[in-house]
């Protein structure tokens, strides 16, 4: 009847549309625990990801450093979802396909049957009679009237089922259209870097690769068509049936006065043989124009319907190997870190489109028919100054991504559509990224506030991004650190994420976790990241 595949593939993985750049959210685990900051608090091995400059902010004592490996995943589902797809899921679409599964007992489905049953047999019994076979006839009238009871029954059987029926396809059309066009969106990253902090000359190796990806729903009219086709098509029913059996009751009345003419049989005969073979009005859905009930009977197309919902996914995946290097400048009496990362950067699109009865499984070949593969170099360039009574405060500044490009991703064909339907590749750019950042480095605490100075677009459907983010670190004898941080975006209203973790550094070696979610609803955007790291 209606398949789950839409849904399946919905939780656990969009036209042509131009898709922007991906936020400034570098995955390590002690950013992400600070609110997403290191514009201008990173150390050592993070600041390839964050700012190149910082590799000449390391401390005298810092020598060498290695981060490895390094992981971190974030899901934001922002109109929640997940939810409204589980219930309907778990619930909703079985107990809709159970109605018309003939492997099930006590059905909508059977009971239509019997309906139908009992209109033909009405039929049957009145089409060689005449009305002087039923005036003042007390046998037949009685079977005439027995045959229209069970009528009746089926009628009343079909209109307790019509209350369930019309229940589920007013909630399943309801969840269905709140859920189109909303996105759920991801974010993949891994990454290793090997540091050399220097004022004088600093360098460091960094290998990164991050996947973000943004889908959405497409429910279409078809669908509606269709789901809201099966409780109008069986109303009309009902109408017809439960007209003819109140004539045919007023009729037997008339034949126990034997007031019953020709006419009148022929009337109630014509009645009962329309209503027996009863064809609902042809409605458009993905078939092409049908009719859920034919001749009294669930249609062979109602039964194994076609759908052309679909579910169209855009992702890219970024890789960068990166080597940066940084020196520390004298300018206008200020000391002032400049640092700049050139970068061999793999970019990968992807583009996926399944209609929702798509039974198929995503396999390797899948995606590589819908991916693209470009190559490129590109650059990040950043500063960094210290200042204050100490020179403990830091303020710094990037651009991340400088040499701006589009890809053009494949045009793919709907997987699972009748037609082979195609949808035109999207551009995906990668824009430049801009972020200032200020923190104070004491001997025990860290204080850093980061803010994107530009709005960065979404890849595909999700919310656009310009953060402020804010964070702190706590570090017990340079072996425990305890950090929290919060980050909201200005383009949205209730985006915000509040952030914890720690790290373990016993001996330079490093362990770090960490987790963040938004604190008024967990399911709106959550994450997590982890990495080891030595540092010398």
Do not use: C
Not at 305 to 314: G, I, K, N, Q, T
Not at 362 to 384: H, K, M
Not at 444 to 469: C, F, G, H, R, S
């Amino acid at each position: 009847m209606m398949t789950r595949s839409l849904l399946a593939i919905a939780i656990a993985t969009l036209g042509a549309a131009s898709v922007q750049a991906t936020p400034f959210l570098p995955m390590d685990a002690r950013g992400l625990a600070m609110g997403n900051t290191g514009v201008a608090s990173a150390q050592r091995a993070h600041a390839p990801a964050y700012n190149p400059s910082l590799l000449s902010q390391a401390e005298h004592d810092d020598d060498f450093a290695i981060l490895f490996p390094q992981l971190g995943l974030s899901i934001a589902d922002e109109e929640e979802m997940y939810d409204t797809f589980i219930d309907m899921n778990d619930e909703l679409i079985p107990e809709f396909e159970a109605l018309f599964d003939n492997a099930e007992n006590n059905n909508f489905n059977q009971h239509l049957e019997e309906l139908d049953n009992a209109s033909q047999a009405l039929y049957d019994a009145l089409d060689s009679l005449s009305a002087n076979d039923v005036n003042n006839v007390d046998e037949t009238i009685a079977e005439l009237r027995a045959k229209n009871n069970n009528l009746q029954s089926a009628l009343d059987t079909v209109n307790d089922d019509l209350k369930q029926v019309d229940s589920l396809t007013d909630q399943l059309t309801s969840d269905l259209t709140s859920i189109s066009g909303n996105p759920f969106s991801g974010r993949l990253g891994t990454s290793a870097a090997i540091a050399l902090p220097s004022k004088r000359f600093a360098a460091a190796i960094s290998l990164s690769a991050n996947v973000t990806f943004s889908g959405r729903v497409g429910y279409s009219s078809n669908d509606n068509n269709l789901i809201n086709g099966y409780g109008d098509a069986a109303s009309g029913y009902v109408d017809d049936a439960d007209a003819l059996s109140t004539d045919f009751d007023a009729l037997l009345n008339d034949a126990e006065n034997g007031d019953v003419t020709e006419d009148d049989l022929d009337w109630i005969t014509t009645q009962a043989e329309n209503t027996s073979n009863y064809t609902s009005d042809s409605i458009s859905t993905a078939a092409g124009d049908i009719s859920i009930i034919e001749n009294g009977q669930l249609s062979s197309e109602a039964e194994d319907a076609d759908m052309d919902s679909y579910l169209e996914m855009v992702g890219v995946a970024v890789s960068d190997l990166g080597v940066s290097f940084s020196r520390e400048f004298s300018i206008w009496d200020k000391k002032v870190a400049i640092g700049i990362t050139p970068k061999y950067q793999r970019v990968i699109t992807l583009h996926y489109a399944a209609e929702a009865d798509y039974e198929g499984d995503i396999d390797e070949q899948d995606l590589e028919d819908a991916s693209e593969t470009f190559n490129q170099f590109n650059v990040d360039l950043g500063a960094s100054f210290r200042f204050g009574a100490t020179n403990k405060w830091v303020f710094g500044l990037v651009g991340k991504n400088l040499i701006g490009k589009t890809y053009q991703a494949k045009e793919v064909v709907i997987r699972g559509s009748a037609d082979s339907t195609t949808l035109a590749g999207p551009k995906i750019s990668l824009n430049p990224q801009f972020r200032a950042g200020l923190a104070f480095n004491g001997n025990w605490t860290t204080v850093a506030l980061d803010v994107d100075l530009t709005e960065n677009d979404p890849v595909a459907w999700e919310n656009p991004t310009q953060y402020v983010a804010v964070g702190a670190e706590f570090d017990i004898y340079n072996t425990l650190q305890l950090r929290a941080g919060y980050r909201t975006n200005l383009s949205v209203s209730d985006a915000e994420v509040a952030s914890i973790g720690f790290g373990f550094s016993p001996f330079g070696v490093h362990i770090d976790i960490a987790a963040m979610a938004n604190p008024n609803d967990v399911e709106k955007e959550a994450g997590i990241a982890l990495e080891t790291g030595f540092y010398f």
